[in-house]
């Protein structure tokens, strides 16, 4: 056995008392006995004198301090305070066997020898249980037979209750570490509804935010070039139309995070069509997982957007694909006409577009891969489903 398994004190939680109220009771109960069956055992017989009764009642004084100084200090963990207590207690149950009090003594003895026995280092108790309980033996000797089971009885006892007290360290600080486990789990959980409702906002309000200010500095860029009154009034018309969709897209998203939401292929028809795009779905249409679903909806928002964007006037496709264990999403747009781009529209948005799809995908197991291709760009996604 390692040397520190004899030198490591008990766990502090084991010797808390934390009872429940039939064992306190019991506790209670049993050391009135005993206290009582030692002063009968003492004085009973009535052969002492007033000297020797004074000097016996100072030693049971100065024993249940010295006990209650070993407790405190076991309990602090307090080497040497704690070791003179043992030392102190086994002089008083000598004064008591030399002034004949023998039940007192041998309850000093017999209790300190289950009390190192709980409390102590391993090594320290094995050695103060055997001078306690070697005095009880070698002073109080009846038979071997008695002698024996006394000790025995009494060493397994306190072997049993330092066990005892050990499990219950043990037991109280898996209990401790289950709930802070509980308590970082619901934090995890708070943390992770917080993202995702981040990420619903963002990406309603980049979806239709900044399709309204497209459309707006389009308008504002033909006022300062004098275009027509009414291709000026189509801008602010279609910024309505985008304003409109955005509360829709409010709903959708509030419907979302309660998990009721139009399937994916509905959605895709009715936004490819707003945009002019191209649909196309392979495979058989199958309902998605509520998260699933929604990365799908706002990936192909959130693309369409940036076509619109960054490169307007090109032709987009989009290919959905049903797969054995996921779903892809593919946006692909062709190289925009010469001159169709602006520098200030595609500087409209937050720019966090393409991170939050990214993030999206990586939450779900799947992935998302995003870059230019045949002079436009394409973006991919692909989650379990």
């Avoid at 007192?104 to 709980?118: K, N, P």
């Amino acid at each position: 056995m390692p040397l520190e398994e004899w030198t490591r004190w008990p766990p502090r939680e084991g010797l808390r008392r934390e009872e429940s109220m039939p064992r306190r009771i019991i506790a209670w109960a049993t050391r009135a006995v005993v206290f009582t069956v030692m002063i009968w055992g003492t004085f009973s017989r009535g052969r002492f004198g007033f000297w020797t009764a004074a000097a016996v009642v100072a030693e049971i004084v100065a024993a249940a301090v010295l006990a209650t100084a070993l407790h405190r200090c076991s309990r602090d963990q307090r080497f040497w305070p704690t070791m003179a207590a043992t030392a102190g207690l086994l002089v008083v149950g000598a004064l008591a066997e030399w002034q004949h009090a023998v039940p007192l003594s041998d309850i000093i003895w017999l209790g300190l020898g289950v009390t190192v026995l709980v409390r102590l280092p391993r090594g320290p108790a094995v050695l103060a249980a055997a001078i306690s309980f070697g005095t009880y033996a070698a002073v109080s000797w009846a038979s071997w037979l008695s002698t024996v089971s006394t000790v025995g009885g009494l060493a397994l006892l306190g072997c049993l209750l330092r066990l005892d007290a050990e499990s219950r360290a043990t037991a109280h600080r898996l209990l401790v570490q289950e709930r802070a486990a509980h308590k970082a789990e619901a934090e995890n959980a708070a943390l992770a509804e917080r993202a995702r409702i981040a990420r619903e906002i963002h990406d309603v309000l980049a979806h239709s935010l900044s399709a309204q200010l497209v459309h707006l500095e389009a308008a504002r860029l033909m006022l300062d070039t004098g275009a027509e009154r009414e291709q000026v009034r189509e801008r602010v018309v279609a910024a309505r139309r985008m304003a409109q969709d955005g509360l829709t897209e409010t709903r959708q998203a509030l419907s979302a995070l309660r998990g009721e939401f139009t399937p994916v292929g509905e959605y895709l028809v009715e936004l490819t069509g707003q945009e002019g795009a191209e649909l196309i779905v392979r495979g058989t249409a199958r309902p998605l997982a509520a998260e699933a679903g929604l990365a799908v909806r706002r990936t192909a928002q959130e693309a369409l957007t940036n076509v619109r964007k960054h490169a307007p006037g090109s032709r987009v496709t989009v290919r959905l694909g049903y797969l054995e264990g996921r779903v892809e999403l593919e946006v692909r747009n062709t190289r925009p006409p010469r001159g169709a781009g602006s520098g200030e529209l595609a500087a409209s948005g937050s720019g966090y577009g393409l991170l939050g799809m990214r993030e999206r995908a990586e939450l779900l197991g799947g992935e998302l891969l995003a870059g230019p291709e045949d002079g436009g760009w394409r973006v991919l996604l692909r989650v379990p489903a």
